[in-house]
């Protein structure tokens, strides 16, 4: 079974530029989650899709950060203007529909932004 | 809102010194914890789901119990392969699947 997808592995931006990454979860899982993950610290929850619906957004900072999951399949995470505290792993992960016995989220490589 | 504490923040270890990482948690109830490995660069690989307290479940070196209130892995003579970053996380029964980690705990093995 294929995994979790993510592209690109690094980026490196100038602050007030724009950035997109993109994630293909394993295939027939309903959730998707997008982590950004700073140096030292745990992932923290920036949204999260049933399908293509949005459940929780409210950790995104909607003033820069947009997301969507066309199809409810692949998702992009935007950011856009980026700012130096953006400087993260952002990580994507998918789980099973909720009716599934299995309840446990995989995980994607990440990207790497580094914002300077 | 669902709350997941770990400690200690990071431990250094011999070679076959026997430890426990500790995951505290609250939750609105508890569909399952989760442990994960991450090593550096990379995207945390999952372990173990426990879902009821009393559990346990157990890879390798790697052991995980749950009670009501917290979780513990506990590591019997690790080997510096052990080294990586350790993250426990909680789903809750109720709302809407959302999935919180805490900080991680930093483990190092010394050859």
């Known amino acids: 079974e294929a995994g979790v997808a993510q592209s690109p592995r690094y980026k490196i931006i100038e602050k007030r530029q724009s950035v997109a990454f993109w994630c293909n979860p394993i295939?027939?899982?309903?959730?998707l989650y997008w982590y950004q993950q700073i140096l030292g610290q745990g992932p923290k929850l920036l949204i999260q899709?049933?399908?293509?619906?949005?459940?929780?957004d409210s950790q995104l900072p909607k003033d820069r950060f947009s997301a969507e999951r066309l199809k409810g399949v692949d998702s992009t995470l935007k950011i856009q203007p980026a700012k130096l505290e953006d400087s993260a792993v952002y990580l994507c992960?998918?789980?099973?529909?909720?009716?599934?016995?299995?309840?446990?989220?995989?995980f994607g490589q990440g990207t790497r932004l580094t914002v300077v | 809102e669902d709350q997941v504490t770990q400690s200690p923040e990071a431990l250094r270890l011999q070679e076959g010194e026997s430890s426990s990482l500790n995951c505290s948690y609250t939750?609105?109830?508890?569909?399952?914890l989760f442990w994960y490995r991450q090593d550096p660069g990379k995207g945390p690989e999952f372990l173990f789901t426990?879902?009821?307290a009393g559990e346990e479940k157990e890879k390798e070196r790697l052991k995980a119990t749950l009670t009501k209130k917290e979780s513990f892995l506990h590591i019997t003579a690790p080997k510096p392969e052990d080294s990586a970053t350790y993250l426990c996380?909680?789903?809750?029964?109720?709302?809407?699947?959302?999935?919180?980690f805490g900080t991680g705990t930093r483990l190092t093995i010394i050859p």
């Open positions: 992960a998918s789980r099973p529909d909720s009716s599934s016995m299995n309840t446990e989220a995989f």
């Open positions: 295939s027939g899982h309903a959730t």
């Open positions: 899709f049933q399908n293509n619906g949005v459940v929780d």
């Open positions: 939750v609105s109830g508890l569909r399952g």
């Open positions: 426990l879902y009821s």
């Open positions: 996380a909680v789903l809750p029964h109720f709302g809407n699947e959302k999935l919180t």
